[in-house]
């Protein structure tokens, strides 16, 4: 659809000349999101620990918080499944993303904060479409829909309050709202669980969408046909119009006296 393919380009005016100037100053993107990081969690329980407010470098960072792994941060994940807040980042966390437990065969829950779906995850896609069309203005990716699989787990409530998954399920759970009219298969298949019925199940929803697809362009087709007919039709009485008052032009005069 060449129009919203217009509409992204315009769009992507402002934040392809951030990208640029990412290409061009790295290092100082890099501490402006740090500094940003920093500064976002140092009133959590994590940033007063290790005095967040006094970081200012990297350096800083590194000689004062100690390399840790999972089970370093566990008890603050179990904290935060339980519903505790402003722990180790200060937005509310609800979604935590299940890992497929590669390490000593047990899942871990990841944390995952709106601010983190929008700025990395949402944002990645939406710089990848960005740059995608900057690069290929006459791209036809916009005519039809994208598809997008989550993991074979759906999602799950943990409590309450907070909600875990496969990331790629947690990502697609939380789309936003114009996602919905140009991704496939719908919501409700992409989080089924087992993955013989998903797949027999986005089958007969592609099958159904190419045949209301198939019925629209007919539709069009005789649309566009009967047009053109009713077109002919009006020229055609237009020149017998023009040939009649040809043949009698005392009419005419007659009708403007």
């Not at 919203?4 to 005016?13: A, D, G, L, Q, R």
């Not at 999101?33 to 800083?60: C, N, P, Q």
């Not at 900057?134 to 943990?158: E, H, M, Q, W």
């Amino acid at each position: 659809m060449p129009i919203i393919t217009s509409i992204v380009s315009w769009f992507n005016i402002k934040r392809l000349s951030q990208i640029e100037l990412m290409r061009k100053y790295p290092f100082n993107t890099q501490q402006d999101t740090f500094s940003k990081l920093i500064d976002s969690a140092r009133d959590t329980e994590w940033g007063i620990k290790y005095d967040y407010k006094s970081i200012k470098k990297v350096k800083d960072f590194q000689s004062r918080v100690p390399i840790q792994d999972y089970d370093d941060i566990k008890p603050y994940v179990d904290r935060l499944r339980k519903g505790e807040k402003n722990l180790l980042w200060h937005s509310d966390i609800k979604w935590f993303a299940k890992s497929s437990g590669t390490t000593n065969d047990k899942s871990k829950f990841i944390p995952v904060s709106k601010e983190a779906l929008e700025a990395c995850h949402f944002q990645a896609g939406k710089d990848g479409i960005a740059l995608y069309v900057d690069r290929y203005p006459d791209t036809n990716v916009f005519s039809g829909k994208t598809l997008a699989l989550g993991g074979a787990n759906s999602i799950n409530n943990f409590s309450q309050k907070s909600y875990y998954g496969d990331l790629s399920a947690v990502l697609i759970q939380n789309l936003p709202f114009w996602a919905e009219f140009i991704r496939t298969p719908s919501l409700q298949t992409a989080l089924m669980d087992k993955w013989d019925e998903k797949i027999e199940k986005m089958t007969e929803e592609e099958r159904q969408y190419l045949l209301d697809q198939w019925k629209q362009r007919k539709e069009e087709a005789r649309k566009v046909e009967r047009e053109q007919k009713e077109d002919r039709i009006y020229h055609y009485l237009v020149d017998v119009g023009h040939i009649i008052l040809g043949k009698l032009p005392w009419r005419t005069h007659r009708a403007s006296d």
